[in-house]
Nanobody, 125 residues
Framework: QVQLVESGGGSVQAGGSLRLSCAASGYNYRDDCMGWFRQAPGKAREGIAT??????FYADSVKDRFTISRDSAKNTLYLQMNSLKPEDTAMYYC????????????????????WGQGTQVTVSS
């Protein structure tokens, strides 16, 4: 059974940092697209960072603050989040799928069939 499990969320003050992890089991996604998505209360889920085809793709809202990376040996995806802002407060989800690079770059939710349960990130001012 394919499973994604996120961890690393928590509460932090503005300007702080967190690192999220997404451990995959049941399938090795080393050659596929993996990504991070988030959903704030009352808002739609959005793709903020994806990694596939050797490239990383970021939403403008997180570019230069967040870094997505992958440890293929551990089958784990990471999201290093620096300079956090209150507007980064959301539930963060990991997703993965075997998609073409242009779909990975688009960060579209519909391109991903496998999702984790999410980890909460709260940033206070």
């Amino acid at each position: 059974q394919v499973q994604l499990v996120e961890s690393g969320g928590g509460s932090v003050q503005a300007g702080g940092s967190l690192r999220l992890s997404c451990a995959a089991s049941g399938y090795n996604y080393r050659d596929d697209c993996m990504g991070w998505f988030r959903q704030a209360p009352g808002k739609a889920r959005e793709g903020i960072a994806t990694l596939g085809g050797g490239s990383a793709f970021y939403a403008d809202s997180v570019k230069d603050r967040f870094t997505i990376s992958r440890d293929s040996a551990k089958n784990t995806l990471y999201l290093q989040m620096n300079s956090l802002k209150p507007e980064d407060t959301a539930m963060y989800y990991c997703a993965a799928d075997r998609v073409l690079v242009f779909s990975c770059a688009s960060r579209r939710l519909a391109a991903f069939r496998t999702w984790g349960q999410g980890t909460q990130v709260t940033v206070s001012s």
